[in-house]
């Protein structure tokens, strides 16, 4: 079987890999996110999504050119925005509010590079229904929400205590979580990374 890398730091990713059974390297890449965001504004959230994953599997893939590298990044639309994470529970607390009573999208881009070059990429979008929360329950999620607050764009874990903010979701589940596992799963399989 081919050696594969996931250009990511991210915990969940490395979970779904994990518990899918997939061998697999860790390798995060540095790209320069902001840069890349500020270079190319002009492409839509999802564009973005693949962009960044394909900058992350290349620079990883220049240093391991044997390997298939795999590059993920997800980014979040609100009314039609671009949003980045937050640095502190202030601008968290913001953004829930903003939220609220709101649909918001997630756009999940995945590349798989060998050798420098790319031989794959995948886009799903799921789109997330935030239910119309009390200020009680906000005080409560935001008291025990913890680095999720400021992990990710949307301030909230899905799989975990983020999912009691949703009343509606349309995507699936790997997706939401930033790495759509069955068509992963059937390059893998293509590429020589998995059995077929």
């Known amino acids: 079987m081919s050696r594969l890398i996931l250009a990511s730091g991210s915990q969940i990713r490395r979970q779904i890999l994990q518990d899918a059974g997939i ?7 540095d790209v320069d996110e902001d840069a890349l965001k500020s270079q190319h504004a002009g492409l839509s959230p999802a564009e973005m999504a693949v962009l ?6 290349s620079q990883v893939s220049r240093q391991n050119p044997d390997a298939y590298v795999l590059g993920a990044d997800q980014t979040m639309e609100l009314d039609g925005q671009l949003l980045d994470k937050l640095p502190n529970r202030d601008l968290a607390r913001q953004r829930l509010l903003a939220m609220r009573g709101q649909a918001h999208q997630l756009h999940a881009g995945l590349a798989l ?14 789109t997330l229904w935030v239910r119309p929360f009390t200020d009680e329950f906000l005080g409560h999620y935001l008291d025990r929400a913890g680095d999720e607050l400021t992990a990710s764009v949307g301030a909230y874990a899905f799989e975990g205590l983020g999912a009691q903010l949703f009343e509606r979701v349309d995507g699936e589940f790997h997706a939401v979580l ?3 596992l ?4 059937g390059a893998l399989r293509e590429h020589g990374v998995l059995l077929k």
């Open 23 to 29: 061998a697999f390297e860790t390798i995060k890449s």
């Open 52 to 57: 960044l994953a394909h900058a992350k599997a």
């Open 113 to 126: 590079v060998r050798g420098g070059e790319p031989v794959w990429q995948h886009q799903q979008s799921s």
């Open 178 to 180: 930033g790495l759509p």
């Open 182 to 185: 069955v068509p992963l799963l």
